[in-house]
């Protein structure tokens, strides 16, 4: 399960206003609007073009650092993406390959739908993605199931035996292979010509697939991909899963025009999952041997790399608890492996899964651990430890590595854990940190291999992402999109009547700060508002931060309510005691937390106490049913999208990386349910599910709906058929977010607006 958010039009935060200590001295009473002002409605903010104006994905260098490539999406269709191409010695634009044009029309493979779905692009079309080949004059770009080679002089080639269906595909680092899944097997092709063959053993056992990531690597891990090429092009390591011993869950797909059944194979809570093993083989299928990954089984395939120098193979095992994580150093000519080192989680924590590291040419590693109780960056060498960061903060990801220079770049909270900043570091004086980017701006950051050059995005309050190219000291040198809100950008004609986010902290019962967001309409003096409270709650995700918060919000504080949010204890970017908070406690603190924000609100001049209403999807709608249950009169009305009403439906690694295993901890599971209390619940509740769930599957909400039934306990509920996890879209989107304004209103909760 991973943090769906409600105003998930900007994939960056930024820094808006001073936190407000009491809203009685931080809030502005005015009675004059500005000028020019436009209220924005539900049907204009999932409308083309997007308010956030253009919405660059998959921002690239070419190998040589001269072009600069990005999926643009059209200002006629927001979900769909073309491939630009921008040349920074000419500073030219240009159309690489337009999606529309070259779109086969052919409807993609079952297996790529549900990988799009564990991605959370499933809404997107034309180009989702693509990859430069290692002579910098070409790009792969799978379109509509087929392969295409796009060369920079606008030629276009079919890689040829490809037949529709190819999941995953990848280039070999020196240009000569390309690799693919079709048909649960992996298959090479020479990108020079010829048909593709295949390099795995075609299975009997329908269950067996070679060359993709299970379900939970997708779901749970975010490894989307089941083979990896060695950096010389002569080898491949290969992923083999076996899910026959996992359970079935029959899935029915209900849609307007009937129902269409999935025989699923989900692992669900303490029960098994697949069974996974590794090999490593040569570009056509010879030289089979197998990773040696232990006596355990049950285990999890975390993550595989190859060194620089491709010598060695390093590959990430992780226990069934997660709570030991083994760096095994492989040598691919024969599978022996040996554990170079061992991470292990706090007590009461877990191991936090992270992409934040690289193997340098020398031979060592550098390494994101939370084993002082933060997120910092350690360097590994020689078989000794040396600490690069420190401090009550954490590191988000590392950016690159200048190996040449001897310095790392990485993001982090150092300086506000609400905007994070891009940094440098000299790898041999570690303390002398460097701030790269500008305060007042919440920035994310990718970089060329060689570490030479930043593609930075930032945000702020009123201003959508934009992006730049910048040196390594931060200076920008060109924008990719400088998305200015003024003349003809789409969000202009709202700026006037856009509200400001305002920042503080609210205790909780420990005295540890909260901290939390409030977007109030222009305030009346004398005047109360209802309150919308948006909630996640749930680990590995933080909602508060100071940056451009979607037009969503905007709308919703059009009509008339304050729009708020807190970070309960449990969330991410606080630290190991603040995120342990939830350990074998789903359901407890967090909720308490929540109500404290309910509480302070009420306390509030401004505030119509009677109207507070709280919302929530995923394991947000499983805290509103909580919260209801917890405290009934603290909301006036609940709103549960997708909620996990039962922990033992939900996928093993999730649910027991968190809770541990249900037949050791059946008293756990008990407590955190959500279906115990249903009789406590007397506030007026709203249950929305997409009927084609393949994560929270739709028998959550079945199971919650019957029990309520059984007690005679009233709710509504609106479900929409042919829908996944994500219900979106321009129309269903409107229609979802009208719904529930409505229900508002019809049960005393409203602005009437």
């Not at 009685?24 to 073009?49: I, N, W, Y």
């Not at 919405?55 to 769909?80: F, H, I, M, Q, W």
């Not at 995005?457 to 040198?477: H, W």
Request: some cysteine; hydrophobic content about 40%; charged content about 25%.
């Amino acid at each position: 399960m991973r943090h769906f958010r409600l105003l998930a039009a900007c994939a960056l935060s930024a820094i808006a206003f001073a936190p407000l200590a009491h809203a009685q001295q931080g809030q502005t009473m005015t009675t004059s609007a500005p000028a020019a002002a436009q209220d924005l409605t539900f049907e204009r903010v999932f409308a083309s073009p997007s308010l956030n104006g253009p919405a660059p994905r998959a921002v690239k260098l070419s190998p040589d650092g001269r072009y600069l490539t990005l999926l643009r999406n059209r200002a006629d269709d927001r979900e769909r993406y073309d491939l630009w191409g921008f040349d920074r010695q000419t500073s030219e634009w240009t159309m690489l390959v337009d999606s529309l044009k070259l779109s086969s029309g052919r409807t993609l493979s079952e297996a790529e739908k549900m990988q799009r779905e564990r991605q959370r692009i499933g809404d997107l079309k034309g180009i989702v993605t693509y990859e430069w080949a290692a002579d910098g004059k070409s790009v792969l770009v799978p379109v509509d199931g087929d392969l295409l080679l796009a060369g920079l002089d606008g030629s276009v080639r079919k890689i040829e035996g490809t037949k529709g269906g190819e999941l995953n595909p990848k280039l070999g680092p020196k240009g000569e292979h390309i690799a693919f899944v079709r048909d649960r097997r992996l298959w090479t092709s020479k990108v020079a010509g010829g048909e593709p063959v295949a390099i795995t053993p075609e299975e009997a056992n329908a269950n067996v697939h070679w060359g993709e990531a299970e379900f939970v690597a997708q779901e749970e891990m975010a490894r989307f991909n089941g083979f990896w090429w060695s950096p010389d092009e002569s080898r491949i390591a290969v992923e083999r899963f076996d899910e026959s011993m996992v359970g079935v869950v029959t899935r029915a797909a209900i849609g307007a025009e009937g129902t269409k059944t999935y025989d699923q194979r989900y692992p669900a809570a303490g029960t098994p999952n697949a069974e996974v093993s590794l090999w490593v083989m040569s570009p056509d299928g010879s030289g089979k041997v197998q990773v040696d990954l232990g006596a355990d089984k049950d285990i999890y395939l975390a993550r595989v790399d190859w060194a620089p120098g491709g010598k060695e193979l390093y590959v990430q095992r992780m226990n069934r608890e997660q709570t030991v994580l083994d760096m095994l150093k492989v040598d691919p000519a024969t599978g022996k492996s040996t554990v170079l080192f061992s991470e292990k989680a706090a007590a009461r924590h877990w191991i936090d899964l992270s992409d934040s590291y690289r193997f340098l040419k020398d031979g060592s590693l550098v390494w994101w651990s939370q084993r002082d109780g933060f997120g910092h960056l350690y360097h590994y060498k020689g078989g000794k430890w040396s600490q690069l960061t420190k401090g009550d903060w954490t590191v988000t990801g590392v950016v690159g590595v200048d190996e040449a220079g001897g310095k790392i770049y990485f993001t982090g909270t150092k300086d506000d854990v609400l905007a994070q900043q891009v940094y440098a570091m000299d790898l041999k004086a570690p303390a002398k940190l460097k701030r790269l980017t500008e305060l007042g701006w919440v920035n994310g950051a990718s970089m060329d291999k060689s570490g030479q050059t930043l593609m930075i995005s930032r945000s702020s309050d009123a201003q959508p992402a934009q992006s730049f190219i910048a040196d390594t000291s931060g200076k920008r040198l060109a924008w990719i999109e400088e998305n200015k809100v003024s003349g003809a950008h789409p969000y202009a004609p709202y700026l006037g009547s856009h509200r400001p986010a305002q920042f503080g902290t609210i205790p909780a019962s420990d005295g540890t700060p909260l901290h939390y967001m409030m977007i109030t309409p222009l305030l009346e003096a004398g005047k109360t508002y209802p309150v919308f409270t948006y909630h996640y709650g749930g680990p590995s995700a933080q909602v508060v931060s100071k940056g451009f918060q979607g037009a969503l919000a905007q709308a919703i504080v059009d009509k008339g309510y304050i729009y708020f949010a807190i970070d309960n204890r449990g969330s991410e970017n606080r630290g190991v005691k603040f995120a342990s908070a939830l350990h074998h406690a789903m359901g407890s603190v967090e909720v308490e937390d929540q109500l404290a924000g309910a509480n302070w609100l009420k306390k509030q001049p401004f505030v119509n106490a009677d109207k507070i209403s709280t919302f929530g999807w995923s394991y947000g709608g499983y805290m509103t049913i909580k919260m209801l249950q917890a405290n009934p009169g603290a909301y006036a009305a609940g709103i549960a999208v997708a909620p996990v009403t039962k922990w033992q439906m939900y996928d093993t690694t999730y649910t027991e990386r968190y809770l541990g295993d249900p037949v050791k901890l059946p008293q756990v599971y008990e407590k955190s349910n959500a279906l115990a209390e249903t009789g406590k619940i007397s506030d007026p509740l709203l249950i929305i599910h997409g009927m084609a769930d393949d994560n929270v599957v739709f028998e959550n909400a079945s199971a919650i709906i019957a029990k309520m039934q059984g007690e005679s306990v009233p709710f509504e509920m609106m479900l929409y058929p042919g829908y996944t996890h994500r219900i979106s879209g321009p129309k269903v989107s409107k229609h979802l977010y009208e719904t529930i304004f409505r229900f508002l209103d019809r049960n005393g909760a409203g602005s009437g607006k």
